[in-house]
């Protein structure tokens, strides 16, 4: 059965850090480009960061710099290193399995892409 599993969220001061992880149950993850998405209160959901199965990363610019995505796919785990987290980055964080990184942030998404459950990330003094 396929399943993400998420972890790693929390409670953290601005300008710390976290790392998510999702275990993806019942993939074979090489085969899969890998993402994280979000949603803020009141805000729509946005694309984070997209990593291809060669590797290739992307980021959205407000995550470039500060966000790290990676994968390992021995360990069927997609990682997601936020550093430097601002207020702003509040948010409920959800890993995906199943996208296509080529193209914009709009057409990351397939009908089959696969959501993890969410892992809140509140950052707050």
């Known amino acids: 059965q396929k399943q993400l599993v998420e972890s790693g969220g929390g409670l953290v001061q601005p300008g710390g850090s976290m790392r998510l992880s999702c275990i993806a149950h019942?993939?074979?993850?090489?085969?899969?480009?890998l993402g994280w998405f979000r949603q803020a209160p009141g805000k729509e959901r946005e694309a984070v960061s997209c990593i291809n199965s060669l590797a290739t990363t992307t980021y959205l610019d407000f995550a470039e710099g500060r966000f790290t995505i990676s994968r390992d796919n021995a360990k069927s785990t997609v990682y997601l290193q936020m550093d430097n987290l601002k207020t702003e980055d509040t948010a409920v964080y959800y890993c995906?399995?199943?996208?296509?990184?080529?193209?914009?942030?709009?057409?990351?998404?397939?009908?089959?892409?696969?959501w993890g459950q969410g892992a809140q990330v509140t950052v707050s003094s």
């Open positions: 995906v399995v199943n996208i296509d990184c080529t193209g914009p942030p709009s057409t990351w998404l397939a009908p089959d892409t696969f």
């Open positions: 019942g993939f074979t993850l090489a085969y899969y480009s």
